[in-house]
């Protein structure tokens, strides 16, 4: 069976056209490659922030104070 009818094909050709130059998908996809990279960063960041902010507690108190806190802080939010 055929796609389409000899009739149809006006609504066909617009579909058949070359895939855009590299040039162009270069240029497009540039400041949303900054953007991501720049929200990749910042959420590394963060996360680092936050792993030496646990670290900090765990020396400043100790185990077990520590501990504590993590638990009551998450009973605290439930």
């Known amino acids: 069976m055929a796609l389409a009818w000899p009739r149809n094909w006006p609504y066909?050709?617009?579909?058949?056209?070359?895939i855009s130059t590299q040039h162009r998908m270069i240029a497009a996809?540039?400041?949303?490659g900054r953007v991501a990279s720049a929200i990749v960063w910042?959420?590394?960041g963060l996360g680092a922030?936050?792993?030496f902010g646990a670290a900090a507690l765990w020396f400043?108190?100790?185990?077990a104070v520590f501990f504590e806190?993590?638990?009551?802080?998450?009973s605290a939010c439930f």
């Open 12 to 18: 066909l050709n617009p579909m058949v056209q070359p």
């Open 29 to 32: 996809t540039g400041p949303q």
């Open 42 to 44: 910042s959420a590394a």
């Open 49 to 51: 922030l936050a792993v």
């Open 60 to 63: 400043h108190y100790g185990t």
């Open 69 to 74: 806190m993590i638990a009551a802080g998450i």
